[in-house]
T-cell receptor
């Protein structure tokens, strides 16, 4: 099993450009999460999903959109990138309601100039 | 308000010395607490969960409900323990059984030879 994978690993965007980050998991997990990691701020939850077709906002959702069209994929979109969105983005997944352990992807390093 | 507080951003010890990484949480119920570790340029991985009361890589953590703390300890630190450590609290989400993790801001541990 590959576990949780993220595409791309690195990306540089110009202000105003758009992009989509892909998270994929092959563990048949119900719940998926997108976090951003910034120095001195820890991990902050952007959006999450309890299952195919459902999404919800986390702590810092502004400027991001998500979609969960397939159970194994969770997409994070930036419609108009801003320098404040320069960060490392982590995706995570979890089996279900009774298991709280989250499995993380390797991260995507995004720079917006 | 911060749900999880890790008061030390940086912590340095010499190899063989004891180490304690502090974590305090804010929750009046029965908490589900975790320690995650992130080695240099790697993904986050679960180190400990309080419910299992296990010792991993020589680390232990005890839940103290009176002090609302979940400090991580190791009696003899090793150079390979150098990493970023995050304390996390799982709380149920309002109106759902999903729940999510609230992370502290992390403590960067450096173990000198």
């Amino acid at each position: 099993n590959a576990g949780v994978t993220q595409t791309p690993k690195f990306r540089v965007l110009k202000t105003g450009q758009s992009m989509t980050l892909l998270c994929a998991q092959d563990m048949n997990h119900e719940y998926m999460y997108w976090y951003r990691q910034d120095p001195g701020m820890g991990l902050r939850l952007i959006h999450y999903s309890v299952g195919e077709g459902t999404t919800a906002k986390g702590e810092v959702p502004d400027g991001y959109n998500v979609s969960r069209l397939k159970k194994q994929n969770f997409l994070l979109g930036l419609e108009s990138a801003a320098p404040s969105q320069t960060s490392v983005y982590f995706c995570a997944s979890r089996t279900g309601a009774l298991s709280y352990e989250q499995y993380f992807g390797p991260g995507t390093r995004l720079t917006v100039t | 308000a911060q749900r999880v507080t890790q008061p030390e951003k940086l912590l340095s010890v010499f190899k063989g010395a004891p180490v304690e990484l502090k974590c305090n949480y804010s929750y009046s119920g029965s908490p589900e607490l975790f320690w995650y570790v992130q080695y240099s340029r790697q993904r986050l991985q679960l180190l400990l969960r309080h419910i299992s009361r296990e010792s991993i890589k020589g680390f232990t953590a005890d839940l103290n409900k009176g002090e609302t703390s979940f400090h991580l300890k190791k009696p003899f630190a090793q150079e390979e323990d150098s990493a970023m450590y995050y304390c996390a609290l799982h709380l149920p989400d309002r109106g759902s059984t999903l729940g999510r993790l609230y992370f502290g801001r992390g403590t960067q541990l450096t173990v000198w030879p």
